[in-house]
DNA sequence: GCGATCAATGTTAGTGACTAACATTAGCGG
DNA sequence: CCGCTAATGTTAGTCACTAACATTGATCGC
């Protein structure tokens, strides 16, 4: 849940509505300690303590504890509004051009609960790298689009790589500016892959 | 001692000949380890032991496990290359034909060697954000000379994430297939950030 | 209601990366 | 050869994370 799972696709784990519960207790409890004393400053043994229950469910629900910020699920709407952009195009452009649509097509459900996850991220430079490995999904995704539509794997790496990566700059230079605005961020972003930003 | 190093600046560490020595001797244990075991399969005491030193000398010489494969001194030549570049370029040109210039300007001492480092980190999930996080230092400096030039810092750091990206994909598909050229494939992830790139 | 069942949670014990504090050794200059 | 300091060793810990097994608790057939 922060930013490659666009439209809101959902874990497909069969939960309990009490594991449900005890893993949204889990998350909104780790959030909170991660604003107060940092992220590296709390300890999984305090998140599971502040929400009652052991160690142990925590890692039960988390895959690890970046996993509390980073766990989207696999979301094909990008890939698909990448697949239907023009196969004429550079490929870079092809990504920039289906992002950009993919983004204007849907709105984030809670815009600020994405804002303080990825402020959190963009603050703590251990976690930088775990944002981009939350994106190795969607990116392994695109790039298997290209390549379907005939661009050599290493070319389609290159471009999909470097079209997230300054997605991933806009997303962190907005969760740090409360006063930017998320899609004014994102079309400054692909304006720059595009080359069209100019000094 | 692996890519964003392009001219062999050192660590400024006032070493002696037997803590050199010590360093280098980890150094290529911890390579060899990791090609035959795997990188996860290796521990640090593994590599202390084949060393013959102790689990502590290792972390004196080594900032942490993945510190043995990256550990890249910053490099003002990318940085100075970059300025080199015309200012009324738009800034993901710019920082490309800088990093261009700059591939071009040198040549790798042992690219055998950064060939196998780069592999090992390609093709082990929890290390490819490592690469990511050893060019940090290089994004900052590249962001912060487009910003002395007057590009607003956003859109600075969304163009030296992208180029970064691709050039990091470069590198893995390069050591990933012994055939190919380190150039060649550098040249391809430019073009493509250039748009170039058809297909 | 009542027990059975199975998911959810707890407990215990461990591994591996990494740190801090203090003790020891080894090589160099005098 | 002595002494000094850098380099290394030892010990004892913390924290993220895992495995094996025990326990609770909610829901379902009855």
């Not at 107060?36 to 999984?44: D, I, L, Q, S």
């Not at 703590?124 to 775990?130: E, V, W």
């Amino acid at each position: 849940m922060l930013v490659t799972n666009i439209s809101g696709v959902s874990h497909p784990k069969p939960v309990s509505a009490r594991a449900e519960a005890t893993r949204a207790r889990l998350e909104a409890t780790a959030v909170e300690l991660f604003e107060v004393h940092g992220y590296e400053g709390t300890t999984t043994a305090m998140i599971a303590a502040s929400a009652g229950v052991s160690e142990m469910t925590f890692f039960r629900h988390f895959r690890s504890k970046e996993g509390v910020l980073f766990d989207d699920p696999y979301d094909p709407l990008i890939v698909q509004a990448i697949a239907a952009q023009p196969t004429g195009l550079p490929p870079i452009r092809r990504v920039s051009a289906g992002l950009r649509a993919a983004w204007a097509a849907i709105s984030l459900p809670d815009v600020e609960t994405v804002r303080r996850r990825v402020r959190i991220a963009g603050t703590t430079p251990s976690l930088r790298a775990g944002m981009w490995a939350n994106m190795a999904r969607t990116e392994d995704g695109i790039v298997e689009q290209l390549v379907s539509d005939g661009t050599p794997e290493p070319i389609a790496r290159m471009a999909s790589a470097a079209v997230l990566a300054a997605m991933t700059a806009a997303l962190t230079a907005w969760a740090a500016d409360d006063s930017t605005m998320l899609g004014a961020m994102l079309s400054q972003a692909f304006d720059v892959i595009d080359g069209a930003s100019r000094a």
